[in-house]
């Protein structure tokens, strides 16, 4: 509370990693936000869906939902996990109207193609509770990250995206009217 006094335009984002691994403390948190009016967003990639992730829904004032595609195998391949819990986690939020902002990260070689764009586009343009579509350029900064770790970074190969394929991708989701 000693910071209110920074945040009265604004408010608290809770991110990660995946923030709802720990979904008890962000209801509790959240809960504790509202009592002071503070607005509460949520970072995540939906891939988490269950009843105590519904239960920090009833405190959150916008969600920042990251998308890496609507197609299953691409998503399988970029995730390692299926997108199920995305897309319902999506559907939730359009059924008890919880602001959204989508995230979505294009990456050169599995999310540019001019088909991706428009499948995601056309399939985001259904959703009243999307206020803004955040396409960000994928880059190679959290490479490093992977190497002192000693883990693998599958997409270490994977050039940055070009500025202007940005721009023409940007086009597609306008097209769509959806907010950029």
Known sequence: MKYKSFITKGGVTVTGGEPLLQAGFIKEFFQLCKQENIHTALDTSGAIFNEKVKEVLEHTDLVLLDIKSVDPETHQTLTGIKQDNTLRFLNYLEEKGINTWVRHVIVPG???????????????????????????????????????????????????????????????????????
């Open 110 to 180: 599995y999310t540019d193609s001019e088909e991706e764009l428009e499948k995601l586009a056309v399939f985001l343009s259904k959703y009243k509770v999307i206020k803004k579509v955040e396409l960000l350029p994928y880059h190679t900064m959290g490479v490093h990250k992977y190497e002192q770790l000693g883990m693998e970074y599958k997409l270490k190969d994977t050039a940055t995206l070009p500025s202007e394929r940005l721009v023409s991708a940007k086009q597609i989701f306008e097209k769509h009217s959806l907010p950029l």
